[in-house]
């Protein structure tokens, strides 16, 4: 996440007018991947987010529990990863932002037409969920995100991403493996490699809920080929280096054919 460094004002001109330096962006630096517990695997953004400044809420000691209501869900966040899978001690600047946790509490749930709907995860699962969402709280001594449902992306019960469990409309998907030559022969750099929107779908979502609160299945099977809108989703690495993206059925724009 870019964060904003100023760099001093400065004298006055020649024409009597301020000149400034202003402030600049400072490069962001790219998450390291994890190899425990819930992976904090450089997920990131897609596009063009703005800027994000944000700072826990702490909760006072005398308040021993938080209820969240409606459809919010109360997660533990997993801790920063101090050191590399290699024992090299990280940079606060370098530490992954965990977007994966254990869930505490949730909501009643929510109601659409005459239904009552639950929410579709229980208290004691590990889940993922969409970075920067939520109100991020310090409580019991520990970090906590109170999440609305639909910022969770999925359950993930074990330490590798390919073994998500999307929630609601989400897929799953593995990234097709970009060319590593041009059309004439020549060898692609990493940061020259075309990132391809295209992939296979690993799991699927149980789909949204209509206007009655009945699930609309989702169109798109596990082993379909298809095509993705290029900015949309959150980016993850398996444990192998396979590239996986998360993101919603709508943003799904095509089904290619298996050859």
Known sequence: MAALQPYGCGVVGARGMPSFEGLRLAPSITPLASSVGIPMVG??????PGLVVKAATVVAPKYTSIKPLGDRVLVKIKS????TSGGILLPTTAQSKPQGGEVVAVGEGRTI???QIDISVQAGKQVVYMKYAGTELEFNGSNHVLLKENDILGILETDDIKDLKPLNDRVLIKVAEAEVKTAGGLLLTEATKEK?????????GPGPLD??????????SP???????????SEFKSA????????????????LPSY
């Open 223 to 233: 082993g379909s080929t298809i095509l993705y809108s290029k900015y949309a989703g």
């Open 43 to 48: 997920l990131k953004r897609r596009g063009f």
């Open 211 to 220: 206007e009655v609160g009945n699930r609309k299945p989702l169109k798109i």
């Open 196 to 204: 391809p929107s295209v992939g296979t779908v690993i799991d699927v």
């Open 240 to 255: 192998d280096g396979a590239d996986y993206i998360v993101l919603r059925a709508s943003d799904v724009i095509a089904v």
């Open 113 to 115: 037409g005459p239904k």
């Open 80 to 83: 920063l990863e101090e050191k």
